[in-house]
Nanobody, 123 residues
Framework: QVQLVESGGGLVQAGNSLRLSCAAS????????MGWFRQAPGKEREFVAA????????YYADSVKGRFTISRDNAKNTVYMQMNSLKPEDTAIYYC????????????????WGQGTQVTVSS
């Protein structure tokens, strides 16, 4: 079993930045692909970014390309997402997920999920 705990969410003004963290426990996630998803009120959960455990290949949704950066620190069993130039439409609950798959990584059928952290961007 893998337990995931997200942190780093909060309320920020548009144009500002946040860094989300996802701390894993239970197992080392060095051989897990890790993803970030988000869900806004009344909307379905959507893919944001992912990083493969083979080669560290990264993937981004078009809506966040150039603004968000996903990274991982296997020594700390933690995945991060740096979010810059935040927009009000980025407001959502952000979830971390882990799976042994190599790809594709944009689907929501990951094995393990965190409880989420709220990100609110004011205009």
């Amino acid at each position: 079993q893998v337990q995931l705990v997200e942190s780093g969410g909060g309320l920020v003004q548009a144009g500002n930045s946040l860094r989300l963290s996802c701390a894993a426990s239970g197992r080392t996630v060095s051989r897990y692909s890790m993803g970030w998803f988000r869900q806004a009120p009344g909307k379905e959960r959507e893919f944001v970014a992912a990083i493969s455990w083979i080669g560290g290949t990264v993937y981004y949704a078009d809506s966040v390309k150039g603004r968000f950066t996903i990274s991982r620190d296997n020594a700390k069993n933690t995945v991060y997402m740096q979010m810059n130039s935040l927009k009000p439409e980025d407001t959502a609950i952000y979830y971390c997920a882990a799976d042994r798959r190599v790809g594709p990584l944009s689907g929501t059928d990951y094995d393990y999920w965190g409880q989420g952290t709220q990100v609110t961007v004011s205009s």
